[in-house]
Nanobody
Framework: QVQLVESGGGLVQPGESLRLSCAAS????????MGWFRQAPEKEREFVAS????????AYSDSVKGRFTISRDNVKNTVILQMISLKPEDTAVYYC????????????????????WGQGTQVTVSS
């Protein structure tokens, strides 16, 4: 059983940066691909970024590519989402997720491939 706890959300102005962290416990962290998803009010949860077990591969949605960077530390059991040039449309609750991955280079963009989720952290981008 994997427990995930996100932190780092908050209120920022357009163009500013924010760094989200996800701390994992209760499982073999390096056996899981990790992902970030977000859900805005009255919208479905959407994929943001994913990173493979070995951190050798990453994937991003088109809406955040070039602005967000996902990384992981398999010693500290953490996943980071560095966000720059934030826009009002980035406003959402951001969720960290873990998905069992057989291959070390696998990334997942489908939320059905993730079995564990954090409680979410609110990111608000507004002037």
């Amino acid at each position: 059983q994997v427990q995930l706890v996100e932190s780092g959300g908050g209120l920022v102005q357009p163009g500013e940066s924010l760094r989200l962290s996800c701390a994992a416990s209760g499982g073999t962290f390096n056996r899981y691909a990790m992902g970030w998803f977000r859900q805005a009010p009255e919208k479905e949860r959407e994929f943001v970024a994913s990173i493979s077990r070995s951190a050798g591969r990453t994937a991003y949605s088109d809406s955040v590519k070039g602005r967000f960077t996902i990384s992981r530390d398999n010693v500290k059991n953490t996943v980071i989402l560095q966000m720059i040039s934030l826009k009002p449309e980035d406003t959402a609750v951001y969720y960290c997720a873990a998905g069992w991955a057989i291959g070390i280079g696998m990334t997942y963009s489908d939320n059905n491939q993730y079995g564990y989720w954090g409680q979410g952290t609110q990111v608000t981008v507004s002037s």
